[in-house]
């Protein structure tokens, strides 16, 4: 990422919670240090005023029934509450940071003696201890129980310490600094530290709200000091003095006020901490459309739309994030002929996965359809009612989604999840006829009709993606979108996915959009393929015509890192990174990469065109070629990287 | 399954043995004799200023075992412990500390178990409302409602609803669980007014209840609903309805239920603070009572009650975990 170097103020992850939570604890800390300065510390010991006066000039907040000005009792109260609150929560996070270290880093049995002995704290009611250990004081001494508070507290923080230690761990750059030959406790030092560092200080604030609370609760039932004023007390002294009762508001109600504060600065402020623990938390919800300022589109009539079941006109979708507007689809248009195999190739980051959730119209936030139109058999998908898009769903066109191990409901076994989506469409079908329905789509896929009864989890990878599969089949929609139906499956189960979705196309007769980044996978599957290269569409066209005379270089970089059956040729990646969508070069995006790359290429962004019969591409070179010309540049195989790992959007 | 029970048993066993054990240990490694206090305490109480305590103080701890070597008491305590039997009250001394117990339990799992109850149901179903894309816009203004609510310590609305229900509306009764003057018997009007003394402290917690409840439900559903298995719900084509209860709220009920289990298996701890602000007389006011008169043995027996019922808890959460979440109940 490129765009680190940004003030902490402005820091996307800063938010309002989080803000509001610091205002209302410094505030509190300020009132706590000056305050006690500026007033006169004889007027909050017992029999200083004159008993039980009502709010006046001289005693703001009136008097207590010990005689004590309520005001100046207040003030004072706040610094000795705040103390209990941060010892607390020192010793509870240096206990929680040290142990979480020690159970990450070393693992083995201290890892499970701590572990015990977390289990045993949690299994303590924190309160009821504490009753118990402060009783036995001759004199409860509230810093002691501070300090006690803190050694009962730090499981928490333990746990959050140690996964977060075992997750850095894993991480790449921790392997690379150890590539690097530092040690492990350099390596903590300088690369696991910053990042314990917002999941601490949560932490911290967790144990101060614990101390100041379970103090709060001691003094409240009795086993606080009733030499040094604090918030906690003053509730006591109210009760025992029945102020509630006897209507003495000005007595109770101000120290309530400055608890609740204190306690709702420390939540919003845990609370706003979150978003730097948990970034994934979504910003915003809901569904809206983005519209982009008009730039340069291919014309509506690209693609010739006679007898297309499915058209994607000038899809565009943009991903909202903090550092501005992604455009992950970029106006991509095809169409889809009935019974069609399409390939959709492209590598991690080029909008594939994108694009096939935006045309079932299931983009969610952060992702936004930006403009375009799909069409399905003439019906525009963006501009139908949901009531009827979900008539759609399924029955006309289908979704594998990429994450198979993950799309079935785990709590709900595999046959009713068939269920629901025939119910759904059909309306409510005898059981027996809902069964043989699952039973026979299971059949179709090469299942046991008994896996119906099984929950996901007891399947395999390839199971959970062949009952997907069943799924998506089984009410015969006319197009299905099948998205790395083999990601995460093993070659051998790859390729018996593959064998079944083809054989369920070919009974079905569905037109089938294969996404997938392999592209030996998808040119044995496929008739027709498309490339996508950073959101656009550059190249279209038969397979075979494109496998063997592609037009877009990138095309023919792809096909060239395709090992052959006979090995003759070397193997050759694709030069340089896949870009990033936040920062796309301008003009072609692929010019950075491109061994033909012209000055024009830098400039202006090229345009789908069809320079042939049947084939569309959009790139510079034509229509002046009519095919690529040869490669004379020749490329670096020890630099190429294709990058597959991991894909943008999943 | 029988290994996964047996496992977690074992492990069962040995937290509630140490958890028991530091409730032994540690409250007599803190220096102070709660035996002298009481004594002295219970004393001043009765007008005698200039009596023995030592004397007395000796004869108590002689009778009480607490002169016995430490392993001794130790193994006592096991003993006590398993019979249910912690002695007798200092301050009340014919009652036996389980008698005082067993008076006040059904008072504190009455009010409780209905407090809970209902702040569970309507604080999931608002969290569940308040994650729901469809749900109206007003709503999402309830949020910070919510914190603000589930941050303050509960027995402070207590104070302020005794105020304004109890001392200037005089609709509701300002504490205890019943009226003095009320005969027990089994018939509405006994109901009606035990029922009438339990609003108030109820809605404190009821109040408190929802706010957490709520951001817990809404929380966790948000993660749900940004699963996998929702999008193939959703391609599916089966109404936002349905995606939403069965796939969204059925899965984001499993935390939620494993809460309620454990907030059940605190029950006796967690109403300790507003039975006493309102004088309600659970087990809460007898903690309170206990330490205001030095009463240690009624201290001890009660939280070692309490420590038991949240470990025991905590086991029984485990066990029935598998019964609500499926993914478990096959083994790994």
């Given at each position: 990422?490129?765009?680190?170097?940004?003030?902490?103020?402005?820091?996307?992850?800063?938010?309002?919670?989080?803000?509001?939570?610091?205002?209302?604890?410094?505030?509190?800390?300020?009132?706590?240090?000056?305050?006690?300065?500026?007033?006169?510390?004889?007027?909050?010991?017992?029999?200083?005023?004159?008993?039980?006066?009502?709010?006046?000039?001289?005693?703001?907040?009136?008097?207590?029934?010990?005689?004590?000005?309520?005001?100046?009792?207040?003030?004072?109260?706040?610094?000795?509450?705040?103390?209990?609150?941060?010892?607390?929560?020192?010793?509870?996070?240096?206990?929680?940071?040290?142990?979480?270290?020690?159970?990450?880093?070393?693992?083995?049995?201290?890892?499970?003696?701590?572990?015990?002995?977390?289990?045993?704290?949690?299994?303590?009611?924190?309160?009821?201890?504490?009753?118990?250990?402060?009783?036995?004081?001759?004199?409860?001494?509230?810093?002691?129980?501070?300090?006690?508070?803190?050694?009962?507290?730090?499981?928490?923080?333990?746990?959050?310490?140690?996964?977060?230690?075992?997750?850095?761990?894993?991480?790449?750059?921790?392997?690379?600094?150890?590539?690097?030959?530092?040690?492990?406790?350099?390596?903590?030092?300088?690369?696991?530290?910053?990042?314990?560092?917002?999941?601490?200080?949560?932490?911290?604030?967790?144990?101060?709200?614990?101390?100041?609370?379970?103090?709060?609760?001691?003094?409240?039932?009795?086993?606080?000091?009733?030499?040094?004023?604090?918030?906690?007390?003053?509730?006591?002294?109210?009760?025992?003095?029945?102020?509630?009762?006897?209507?003495?508001?000005?007595?109770?109600?101000?120290?309530?006020?400055?608890?609740?504060?204190?306690?709702?600065?420390?939540?919003?402020?845990?609370?706003?901490?979150?978003?730097?623990?948990?970034?994934?938390?979504?910003?915003?919800?809901?569904?809206?459309?983005?519209?982009?300022?008009?730039?340069?589109?291919?014309?509506?009539?690209?693609?010739?739309?006679?007898?297309?079941?499915?058209?994607?006109?000038?899809?565009?979708?943009?991903?909202?994030?903090?550092?501005?507007?992604?455009?992950?689809?970029?106006?991509?248009?095809?169409?889809?002929?009935?019974?069609?195999?399409?390939?959709?190739?492209?590598?991690?980051?080029?909008?594939?996965?994108?694009?096939?959730?935006?045309?079932?119209?299931?983009?969610?936030?952060?992702?936004?359809?930006?403009?375009?139109?799909?069409?399905?058999?003439?019906?525009?998908?963006?501009?139908?009612?949901?009531?009827e898009l979900n008539k759609l769903r399924l029955k006309e066109i289908a979704l594998m989604p990429q994450a198979a191990m993950n799309s079935l409901n785990p709590v709900v076994r595999v046959g009713p999840q068939f269920k629901d989506a025939i119910v759904a469409h059909l309306g409510r079908l005898p059981d027996n006829q809902l069964n043989e329905m699952v039973a026979q789509a299971l059949t179709k896929v090469g299942l046991k009709p008994d896996v119906a009864r099984n929950f996901p989890h007891q399947l395999s990878g390839g199971m959970k993606q062949r009952v997907v599969m069943a799924i998506a089949t089984i009410l015969n929609p006319k197009v299905i979108i099948a998205d790395e139906p083999t990601s995460a499956l093993d070659v051998v189960v790859q390729q018996q996915v593959m064998q079944t979705l083809g054989r369920l196309q070919k009974e079905l007769a569905a037109a089938v959009i294969l996404i997938g980044h392999d592209m030996?996978?998808?040119?044995?599957?496929?008739?027709?393929?498309?490339?996508?290269?950073?959101?656009?569409?550059?190249?279209?066209?038969?397979?075979?015509?494109?496998?063997?005379?592609?037009?877009?270089?990138?095309?023919?970089?792809?096909?060239?890192?395709?090992?052959?059956?006979?090995?003759?040729?070397?193997?050759?990646?694709?030069?340089?990174?896949?870009?990033?969508?936040?920062?796309?070069?301008?003009?072609?995006?692929?010019?950075?990469?491109?061994?033909?790359?012209?000055?024009?290429?830098?400039?202006?962004?090229?345009?789908?065109?069809?320079?042939?019969?049947?084939?569309?591409?959009?790139?510079?070179?034509?229509?002046?070629?009519?095919?690529?010309?040869?490669?004379?540049?020749?490329?670096?195989?020890?630099?190429?990287?294709?990058?597959?790992?991991?894909?943008?959007?999943? | 399954?029988?290994?996964?029970?047996?496992?977690?048993?074992?492990?069962?066993?040995?937290?509630?043995?140490?958890?028991?054990?530091?409730?032994?240990?540690?409250?007599?490694?803190?220096?102070?004799?709660?035996?002298?206090?009481?004594?002295?305490?219970?004393?001043?109480?009765?007008?005698?200023?200039?009596?023995?305590?030592?004397?007395?103080?000796?004869?108590?701890?002689?009778?009480?075992?607490?002169?016995?070597?430490?392993?001794?008491?130790?193994?006592?305590?096991?003993?006590?412990?398993?019979?249910?039997?912690?002695?007798?009250?200092?301050?009340?001394?014919?009652?036996?500390?389980?008698?005082?117990?067993?008076?006040?339990?059904?008072?504190?799992?009455?009010?409780?178990?209905?407090?809970?109850?209902?702040?569970?149901?309507?604080?999931?179903?608002?969290?569940?409302?308040?994650?729901?894309?469809?749900?109206?816009?007003?709503?999402?203004?309830?949020?910070?409602?919510?914190?603000?609510?589930?941050?303050?310590?509960?027995?402070?609305?207590?104070?302020?609803?005794?105020?304004?229900?109890?001392?200037?509306?005089?609709?509701?009764?300002?504490?205890?669980?019943?009226?003095?003057?009320?005969?027990?018997?089994?018939?509405?009007?006994?109901?009606?007014?035990?029922?009438?003394?339990?609003?108030?402290?109820?809605?404190?917690?009821?109040?408190?209840?929802?706010?957490?409840?709520?951001?817990?439900?809404?929380?966790?559903?948000?993660?749900?609903?940004?699963?996998?298995?929702?999008?193939?719900?959703?391609?599916?084509?089966?109404?936002?309805?349905?995606?939403?209860?069965?796939?969204?709220?059925?899965?984001?009920?499993?935390?939620?239920?494993?809460?309620?289990?454990?907030?059940?298996?605190?029950?006796?701890?967690?109403?300790?603070?507003?039975?006493?602000?309102?004088?309600?007389?659970?087990?809460?006011?007898?903690?309170?009572?206990?330490?205001?008169?030095?009463?240690?043995?009624?201290?001890?027996?009660?939280?070692?009650?309490?420590?038991?019922?949240?470990?025991?808890?905590?086991?029984?959460?485990?066990?029935?975990?598998?019964?609500?979440?499926?993914?478990?109940?096959?083994?790994?």
């Amino acid at each position: 990422m490129a765009s680190q170097k940004r003030g902490l103020l402005r820091d996307p992850r800063i938010n309002p919670s989080l803000i509001f939570g610091v205002v209302v604890i410094i505030l509190m800390i300020l009132v706590g240090i000056v305050g006690p300065m500026l007033l006169n510390e004889k007027l909050a010991r017992v029999g200083a005023v004159e008993p039980n006066m009502p709010p006046s000039a001289q005693n703001v907040f009136g008097t207590d029934s010990q005689g004590r000005d309520v005001f100046t009792t207040l003030i004072m109260a706040i610094p000795p509450t705040l103390r209990v609150g941060v010892i607390a929560g020192v010793i509870s996070v240096s206990l929680g940071l040290a142990l979480g270290l020690i159970a990450g880093f070393f693992g083995g049995w201290a890892d499970s003696l701590i572990r015990t002995f977390s289990d045993v704290l949690m299994a303590i009611p924190s309160l009821a201890f504490m009753i118990l250990v402060v009783a036995r004081m001759d004199r409860p001494n509230i810093l002691v129980v501070a300090v006690i508070v803190g050694f009962l507290t730090w499981s928490g923080t333990a746990r959050g310490i140690r996964s977060m230690v075992l997750s850095i761990r894993e991480r790449s750059y921790t392997a690379v600094a150890r590539a690097n030959g530092e040690t492990e406790v350099e390596v903590l030092f300088r690369e696991v530290m910053p990042n314990l560092l917002p999941l601490m200080l949560a932490s911290f604030i967790g144990a101060v709200t614990m101390g100041i609370y379970t103090v709060m609760a001691l003094e409240v039932l009795g086993l606080g000091s009733n030499v040094i004023p604090t918030l906690g007390m003053m509730i006591f002294w109210s009760q025992r003095f029945s102020a509630v009762l006897r209507g003495m508001y000005w007595w109770w109600s101000p120290p309530i006020v400055v608890i609740a504060l204190i306690f709702i600065g420390l939540f919003f402020l845990s609370f706003g901490l979150d978003r730097f623990i948990n970034p994934a938390i979504p910003i915003k919800r809901g569904r809206s459309r983005i519209k982009l300022p008009t730039q340069p589109t291919a014309p509506d009539t690209a693609i010739d739309p006679r007898d297309a079941i499915m058209e994607v006109r000038n899809l565009r979708v943009v991903y909202e994030t903090p550092a501005g507007l992604v455009k992950a689809v970029d106006d991509v248009s095809f169409s889809l002929r009935p019974g069609e195999r399409m390939g959709l190739i492209g590598e991690s980051g080029s909008g594939k996965t994108t694009m096939a959730t935006a045309m079932m119209r299931l983009s969610r936030p952060p992702a936004y359809v930006a403009g375009g139109r799909v069409l399905l058999e003439g019906r525009d998908l963006f501009n139908i009612p949901d009531r009827e898009l979900n008539k759609l769903r399924l029955k006309e066109i289908a979704l594998m989604p990429q994450a198979a191990m993950n799309s079935l409901n785990p709590v709900v076994r595999v046959g009713p999840q068939f269920k629901d989506a025939i119910v759904a469409h059909l309306g409510r079908l005898p059981d027996n006829q809902l069964n043989e329905m699952v039973a026979q789509a299971l059949t179709k896929v090469g299942l046991k009709p008994d896996v119906a009864r099984n929950f996901p989890h007891q399947l395999s990878g390839g199971m959970k993606q062949r009952v997907v599969m069943a799924i998506a089949t089984i009410l015969n929609p006319k197009v299905i979108i099948a998205d790395e139906p083999t990601s995460a499956l093993d070659v051998v189960v790859q390729q018996q996915v593959m064998q079944t979705l083809g054989r369920l196309q070919k009974e079905l007769a569905a037109a089938v959009i294969l996404i997938g980044h392999d592209m030996g996978l998808i040119t044995q599957f496929a008739d027709t393929i498309g490339v996508l290269y950073a959101g656009k569409l550059v190249e279209r066209g038969d397979v075979q015509t494109v496998l063997d005379n592609p037009l877009h270089p990138y095309s023919r970089l792809l096909i060239d890192s395709l090992p052959t059956l006979d090995g003759k040729h070397d193997l050759v990646g694709i030069p340089g990174l896949p870009p990033e969508l936040l920062h796309l070069p301008n003009g072609c995006a692929f010019h950075p990469r491109c061994p033909f790359a012209m000055e024009r290429c830098r400039t202006e962004t090229p345009v789908l065109q069809t320079p042939l019969a049947g084939r569309q591409v959009s790139c510079h070179l034509y229509p002046e070629h009519t095919q690529l010309p040869p490669l004379t540049i020749g490329i670096d195989s020890s630099s190429a990287v294709i990058e597959v790992a991991s894909s943008m959007g999943a | 399954m029988l290994r996964y029970i047996g496992q977690r048993f074992l492990q069962y066993l040995l937290i509630i043995f140490i958890a028991n054990s530091l409730t032994f240990l540690l409250p007599r490694i803190i220096p102070g004799d709660p035996i002298q206090e009481a004594l002295q305490t219970k004393a001043a109480a009765a007008g005698h200023q200039n009596v023995d305590i030592q004397a007395w103080v000796a004869e108590y701890n002689a009778k009480f075992g607490l002169d016995q070597p430490l392993w001794k008491q130790y193994l006592n305590y096991w003993g006590n412990m398993l019979r249910l039997d912690f002695g007798y009250s200092l301050f009340d001394f014919p009652a036996t500390v389980m008698s005082k117990i067993t008076a006040a339990i059904p008072w504190t799992l009455g009010f409780m178990t209905m407090a809970i109850i209902i702040a569970f149901v309507v604080g999931t179903i608002l969290g569940a409302l308040l994650a729901w894309p469809n749900s109206p816009r007003f709503l999402q203004g309830a949020v910070p409602l919510l914190m603000v609510i589930s941050a303050i310590p509960f027995y402070l609305f207590g104070l302020a609803l005794i105020f304004i229900f109890g001392v200037e509306l005089h609709i509701l009764p300002t504490g205890g669980g019943a009226d003095p003057t009320l005969i027990m018997r089994w018939d509405w009007n006994t109901l009606g007014n035990i029922l009438q003394h339990a609003i108030l402290p109820a809605f404190a917690l009821v109040l408190y209840g929802i706010g957490s409840w709520a951001l817990g439900m809404r929380a966790t559903l948000v993660t749900v609903l940004g699963e996998d298995y929702i999008t193939f719900a959703q391609a599916k084509g089966l109404p936002d309805r349905q995606v939403f209860t069965r796939y969204g709220v059925r899965n984001a009920l499993l935390p939620q239920v494993t809460g309620l289990a454990i907030s059940f298996g605190l029950i006796l701890g967690s109403g300790v603070l507003i039975e006493s602000i309102f004088n309600y007389p659970g087990i809460g006011s007898l903690i309170f009572a206990a330490i205001n008169s030095k009463d240690y043995f009624v201290i001890n027996g009660t939280v070692a009650i309490m420590v038991f019922t949240a470990s025991t808890a905590l086991l029984i959460v485990d066990l029935i975990y598998p019964l609500i979440d499926p993914r478990i109940r096959f083994g790994k």
